[in-house]
């Protein structure tokens, strides 16, 4: 993922993306970078795999539910 640091975008997609400043200049030397670096590219893939196996599926997303839930029928 390329994109700007903006709004909750960091909090969003955390180590699985490259911020750039969202000029065509900072995307493209992004881009470029991804494409010349297997390694960049790697290391990208993993942290992105990780954070949505650990904050995006069914049971962590039923627990936050279930929390919202007992702090309202207090």
């Known amino acids: ?3 700007t640091d903006t709004g ?16 065509a200049q900072s995307i493209y030397q ?8 297997p390694k960049k ?4 893939k993993k942290n992105s795999r990780q954070r949505a196996l ?5 049971l962590h997303t039923s627990k936050k539910i279930e929390k919202i839930y ?3 029928l207090k």
């Open 1 to 3: 993922i390329i994109t």
């Open 8 to 23: 909750a975008i960091k909090e969003v997609c955390g180590s699985a993306a490259i911020y750039t400043t969202g000029s």
């Open 30 to 37: 992004s881009l470029k970078d991804l494409i010349l670096s």
């Open 41 to 44: 590219r790697a290391i990208l």
């Open 54 to 58: 650990s904050r995006y599926n069914c």
């Open 70 to 72: 007992k702090q309202q």
